[in-house]
């Protein structure tokens, strides 16, 4: 899983090649099947706009290490990986559960709206975000994202 865009690569341990691209080996129903599959593994164009919603813990290395919750954060971005290594075992797939955390822990204002960020389009958020966002199947959760602002989950919601 590609911690910066939070879709799935593959790599040839004989050839130590990686790729986007599913290897031909793979059946369709198994590429349908990856975590957070990028649409173009399913042959799917990439949408206009997206609507997604996000838990972000920052660090004390964030681009704003200050949020609602806490006026300076000084974790290090390992301990704030190790915190959404937690919420993410927590969420387990329940969308319930991730705004219930995401109101409570996200260190973005969109907290207060069960960390939706509402409508975006390409250009809008920090890149490693949007590729996730766009790659994202609607109602799918990304992996651990890493942006200037910190570190994120992803819920694709549209
Ligand atoms: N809707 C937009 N276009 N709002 C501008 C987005 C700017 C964009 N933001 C990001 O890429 C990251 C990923 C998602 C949130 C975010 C960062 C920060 C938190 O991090 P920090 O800036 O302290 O480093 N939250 C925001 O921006 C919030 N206003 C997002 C939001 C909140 C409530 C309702 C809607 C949107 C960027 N290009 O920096």
Redesign the pocket.
């Known amino acids: 899983m590609s911690s910066s865009r939070g879709i799935p690569y593959f790599f040839n341990t004989e050839t130590k090649q990686s790729t986007w691209d599913a290897p031909p080996e793979l059946s369709q129903a198994e590429v349908d099947a990856l975590p957070g599959a990028a649409q173009h593994l399913r042959g799917e164009p990439r949408p206009s706009q997206v609507r997604a919603s996000?838990l972000?813990v920052k660090h004390r290395d964030?681009?704003?290490p200050s949020?609602w919750k806490e006026a300076n954060i000084t974790r290090t971005k390992e301990e704030a990986i190790e915190i959404l290594r937690g919420y993410q075992a927590e969420i387990g797939g329940s969308k319930e559960k991730f705004i219930e955390l995401a109101t409570k822990h996200s260190d973005?204002?969109?907290h207060a709206?069960g960390g939706d960020?509402?409508v975006?389009k390409p250009g809008?958020?920090?890149k490693a975000?949007e590729d996730a966002a766009f790659s994202l199947p609607v109602g799918q959760f990304s992996d651990i994202i890493s942006?200037?602002?910190?570190v994120?989950i992803i819920l694709r919601t549209a």
């Open positions: 996000h972000l964030s681009r704003r949020s973005c204002s969109s709206n960020l509402g975006f809008q958020m920090q975000f942006t200037d602002s910190g994120h």
